[in-house]
């Protein structure tokens, strides 16, 4: 069984919005024929909303996405997105409601989180909040307070981070980027922690610690991102897979066009199994038990 937690798929009834932005279209049918070549079971369809990544991505929104899943129950899982700058984040009480609707229409979690803002500004705190009450994990994705990209804002180190995880423990937190991953390393800078970060692992950096103390935090290992920094030292990456087994979920974060490789993270885990560097039960975790344990 394998299920990816980070999937996106582009509008089927709008081909010519894909075209505009000078993207191939990536539809749920694409998307099913990626996921039979390559054994993928399930996929959960990750809407985009934020306006910062919207329109330049060209990825179906809440609706689309709810669709599909109910098209596919037994391929797709939906996600609802909830940008935290929305006029129903005025209160808890606003946002509950719109969270509970979300979860009436099947979704499972929040995400991916894009919205621009620092990671522990009290509209994301309030979201935070509830979405711990009403059990819906949140993937986030993050970027540097100087790019001028998209995702949650924190400094190198991702202490106001860490600080969201420890203040709200029933809210599962995952994590996904460049800003995210290089933490692996202590040899991040503020200058390159937007992009890849390669070579040796010499000293262990903040994600270690993370993950040691605060069960509510994972590592959604899709994208070139979670890839690139596990395998820039391949012994030090299976050791944190290992590891952290039970905190890792596998992604591909994948819409690209039909004919795409094959995701380089999928290869990364099976040969770690094979030879030897990954255990059965950390391998079985990561492909499917933890994502069906916090969707649960």
Request: proline residues 5%.
């Amino acid at each position: 069984m394998i299920i990816d937690i980070h999937a996106h798929i582009t509008y089927e009834r709008f081909p010519e919005f894909s075209t505009l932005l000078e993207r191939k279209p990536f539809t749920a049918a694409i998307l099913l024929k990626r996921m039979d070549l390559e054994g993928i079971d399930k996929s959960v369809l990750l809407p985009l909303i934020s306006p910062e990544c919207l329109d330049f991505y060209g990825a179906c929104g809440n609706q689309e996405c709810i669709e599909a899943a109910r098209k596919h129950p037994d391929r797709f899982i939906a996600f609802c997105n909830i940008d935290p700058r929305s006029m129903m984040n005025s209160d808890d009480n606003g946002i509950m409601r719109l969270i509970k609707v979300y979860q009436e229409f099947g979704c499972k979690g929040i995400g991916e989180m894009c919205a621009s803002l620092w990671i522990d500004d009290i509209r994301y705190q309030r979201l935070f909040h509830n979405a711990g009450e009403a059990g819906m994990p949140i993937i986030f994705h993050f970027k540097p307070e100087s790019s001028t990209s998209y995702g949650a804002i924190d400094e190198p180190g991702l202490p106001r981070f860490e600080r969201m995880v420890k203040m709200f423990p029933k809210t599962i937190f995952a994590g996904h980027a460049p800003c995210f991953w290089n933490e692996i390393a202590a040899d991040v800078t503020a200058e390159n922690r937007a992009g890849y970060v390669r070579g040796k692992i010499e000293k262990k950096g903040r994600l270690w610690t993370m993950f040691t103390e605060n069960r509510n935090l994972y590592g959604d290992i899709s994208a070139g991102s979670a890839h690139c920094a596990l395998s820039r030292d391949p012994e030090k990456g299976y050791e944190f897979l290992e590891k952290f087994n039970r905190q890792t979920v596998f992604g591909t974060d994948r819409f690209t066009s039909v004919d795409e490789p094959v995701p380089p993270i999928l290869g990364f885990l099976k040969n770690g199994l094979t030879e030897g560097h990954l255990s059965q039960e950390a391998y079985e975790n990561i492909m499917h038990r933890n994502t069906e344990r916090i969707l649960k």
